[in-house]
């Protein structure tokens, strides 16, 4: 059982995504994973199906969770959360803890989302993703911004 620990332990960082930048939230010891894409900025096209998965320790209590993703184009922020298929109850996303979460608690989120395409979307996106708690998304639990390359 303790090779077993020690292997997960040990997948989970190399396999982890290098080079996210944390944004915020009461959330402590954040870590993000994105399907293949082992660092910034993560390759992607439309159609494609990435999985997200992140963890830390719940900072505040919270009765409710929800994600959030957010991209600005021409100076204007888009809520594409909904467009990506994501569920807006991050509670069922949890994979390790349960809502509500508790200070202290340690949780792991996962959703799968597919990107779609979006016209004149190519080059370089800072992607934001959130997940607002009981007080919303000006303050949130956890809080990321990843570098995309669509191509």
């Given at each position: ?29 954040n870590q ?17 199906r990435i ?53 202290g608690e ?46």
């Amino acid at each position: 059982m303790k090779t077993l620990i020690i292997l997960c332990f040990c997948m989970t960082t190399v396999f982890a995504t290098e080079g996210w930048v944390d944004c915020g939230g009461s959330s402590l010891d954040n870590q993000l994973d994105i399907s293949g894409c082992p660092r910034v900025p993560c390759q992607v096209e439309p159609g494609d199906r990435i999985t997200i998965t992140g963890s830390g320790i719940a900072g505040v209590y919270s009765r409710t969770l929800a994600p959030l993703v957010l991209i600005t184009l021409a100076g204007i922020e888009l809520d594409i959360t909904e467009e990506l298929g994501l569920d807006l109850d991050a509670c069922n996303g949890l994979i390790t803890g349960d809502c509500p979460i508790e200070v202290g608690e340690s949780v792991v989120y996962t959703a799968t989302g597919t990107l779609f395409d979006l016209p004149g979307l190519s080059g370089e996106l800072n992607v934001t993703m959130i997940i607002a708690g009981d007080a919303g998304r000006d303050d949130p639990v956890s809080c990321g911004v990843v570098l995309f390359e669509f191509i």
